[in-house]
């Protein structure tokens, strides 16, 4: 079980050198135990109905991936090709719909996990990805298009009626990078404890909001800004980095 735990952490460099066997790599990896019968069900039903079109591929991916979920709402519906990493940490709530290639990836100790509320809308392409932390969605928001929503020990949450325009980085984290002795590959990440999204908050497309920033009720940010600092309630801003232009009051 250390092991398991350690491995969810790892980066990719420290992953590959890891001596456990490639099955128990794939576990850890994609199931996020070595549970046999967690393996068995991921790998039926995705090898099914991951990719299979249309009405029954959304019917029957309704049906069947609720037991690989750790909750799954009713009347929830999964696209083509969405991909999934240790979905027993992720949530989803009633009526949402993940849209077609999206990749959730939550990985992590037991008390990391990605909350979907009810009503939310993921776009296609959008990635979901976590290291440790949290990600948390708020219910009636709409994320778009190839966005990347991400933390690596920290929490990100957006909140109700976000609307979130296509191509959107969020969060994140930073590689360390204080030794020169070894690659910065193997440093391992830093974060500054995630992104807070107010309610009824507008990001305009390509946006970044770094780890760290919250952005306060009822704003709006311009597209392809930077966001480094935080944002005041009911404020417009935009640029690069991102500067309060007006106030919406």
Known sequence: MENEKENQNLSFHQFSDDKSSSLQKYQDLIIGNRNLSDLF?????TFLFMNMPSLPGLFLRQKTYKTLFKHFGRGSTIGIGVSLKQPKKVSIGKNCIIDDFVHISARGDDTSGINISEKVFIGRSTELKLRNGQINI????SIGSSCRIATTDGVVNIGEYVFLAAYCYIGGGNHKSDRTDIPIAHQGFESKGGVTIGDDVWIGANCVVADGVTIGKGSI???SSLVTKDIPEYSIAFGSPAKVVRSRK
Do not use: L, R, T, V
């Open 41 to 45: 069900f991921y790998e039926f039903f």
């Open 138 to 141: 708020a219910p009636n928001s």
């Open 221 to 223: 940010i311009g597209a």
